[in-house]
């Protein structure tokens, strides 16, 4: 099932871009959460959630697009959960930092996950405790990298005070800055060692990304220590995380 997710993402990577390189300017609404929304989000959405449905009819689905009730949802122990364009405002600035995240939840565990940058023609994959990248053609298993003095992945759109104090707290790194769930890949791939996060996330804005990274030998803990959990709750909010080595 893994290769025939990793091109559904591929299929709604094609056709975020076709947005993204078109002439016209990029109509942008606002969600009642006041965050950005695109043609190309639901463009992907719909692409996904009807390939989804067609792969494994029953399987239920938590797209950002379309999420459903809590009543729906709260007794859900498999399910997928989809952010179709991850990074909106890097897609709406073109970047290139935006993703299409696919990930498969089990028991509040991200078993496998797809995230595919359309923009850089990257795509990470990850099923149990093996993870891939594919670049150009070259597929390679990737696994995570000590190195001193350790790289620091920071979002590109937020950055707080916490963050700051955080950093300035930290001993000898280097920091590198991107968008969207990338990462979580950086960190899978061996180019960083640490991703904090103290602002808010979604749960389909961290559960591709979790999957890769956990299969890369990653932990992806809150501020207590504890696995990031997505086991159904009423609200789709992530605590503070940080994803590490140790």
Not at 154 to 179: A, C, F, K, P, W
Request: contains cysteine; hydrophobic residues 40%; glycine residues 8%.
């Amino acid at each position: 099932m893994l290769k025939q997710i990793c091109e559904l993402a591929i299929d709604a990577g094609s056709a975020i871009m076709s947005y993204y390189t078109a002439e016209e300017p990029l109509q942008v609404e606002r969600k009642s959460d006041d965050s950005p929304v695109t043609a190309a989000d639901i463009a992907a959405h719909n692409i996904i959630t009807t390939g989804l449905t067609q792969i494994a009819p029953e399987i239920p689905q938590i797209s950002e697009e379309a999420p459903p009730s809590w009543d729906e949802r709260k007794n859900w122990q498999r399910y997928w959960l989809i952010d179709p364009l991850d990074g909106t405002k890097e897609f709406i600035h073109r970047n290139g930092d935006f993703t299409v995240n696919i990930a498969l939840i089990q028991n509040g565990v991200p078993v496998m996950g797809v995230v595919y940058a359309p923009a850089k023609n990257l795509l990470y994959y990850a099923e149990g405790n093996q993870a891939w990248k594919e670049e150009g053609g070259h597929k390679q298993s990737i696994h995570v990298k000590e190195m001193t003095p350790p790289t620091i992945v920071i979002s590109r759109s937020h950055q707080d005070g916490e963050l700051r104090d955080y950093l300035n707290q930290m001993g000898s790194h280097e920091t590198v800055t991107v968008g969207s769930s990338l990462k979580f890949c950086l960190v899978a791939e061996g180019k960083a060692q640490l991703y904090p996060r103290f602002g808010p996330t979604n749960i389909w804005d961290t559960a591709a990304g979790h999957a890769v990274a956990i299969a890369a030998g990653a932990k992806v803990l809150d501020w207590n220590g504890k696995t990031l959990d997505y086991t159904p709750r009423e609200s789709f909010l992530n605590p503070g995380f940080r994803v590490t080595l140790f």
